[in-house]
């Protein structure tokens, strides 16, 4: 028996779930309308004055960014119960519109026995869904690694 909220395929739900998760670690929505240049200056600004980067480290973080998301998520990389190096946060936080990575970063440190390196990979938007550096999409493997 179906539920209330009628019929429909299940893949389109669960596409639609995917999309609801995808999007804001992706930038999708109100974040891209700011535009990259404006929102890569704004995080480079940000990093520099109050998250106190240097300036090569802040355009590693800000570089691509549609947002001020990853100055804001290093700064909560920081807070005494994550606490990254610099070089840890800069990359979890990477291309992110938010501090989701750190959410992610904190949750997966504390139910499993996962090293920093792994959760890295993990919770990095931009190791997890092979960014560039200008947080643009890379070209995804042709097929799957050990397929003929």
Do not use: K
Request: glycine content about 12%; charged content about 20%; aromatic content about 8%.
């Amino acid at each position: 028996m179906r539920g209330t909220h009628g019929g429909g395929s299940g893949f389109m739900r669960l596409f639609g779930v995917g999309l609801a998760v995808a999007g804001p670690l992706l930038g999708v929505g109100s974040a891209r309308a700011q535009g990259v240049g404006e929102g890569a200056l704004a995080c480079f600004q940000r990093a520099e004055r109050e998250v106190s980067l240097t300036e090569e480290q802040a355009l590693r973080l800000c570089r691509g960014s549609w947002s001020v998301g990853p100055a804001e998520c290093y700064s909560a990389s920081q807070a005494p119960a994550t606490f990254l190096s610099t070089e840890n946060a800069i990359e979890l936080c990477r291309c992110a519109t938010s501090i989701e990575p750190v959410n992610c970063f904190r949750q997966a440190d504390h139910d499993t026995f996962l090293d920093t390196m792994e959760i890295l990979q993990l919770c990095s938007p931009s190791v997890a869904y092979a960014l560039q550096m200008d947080c643009q999409p890379g070209e995804w493997p042709r097929r799957p690694y050990g397929w003929p």
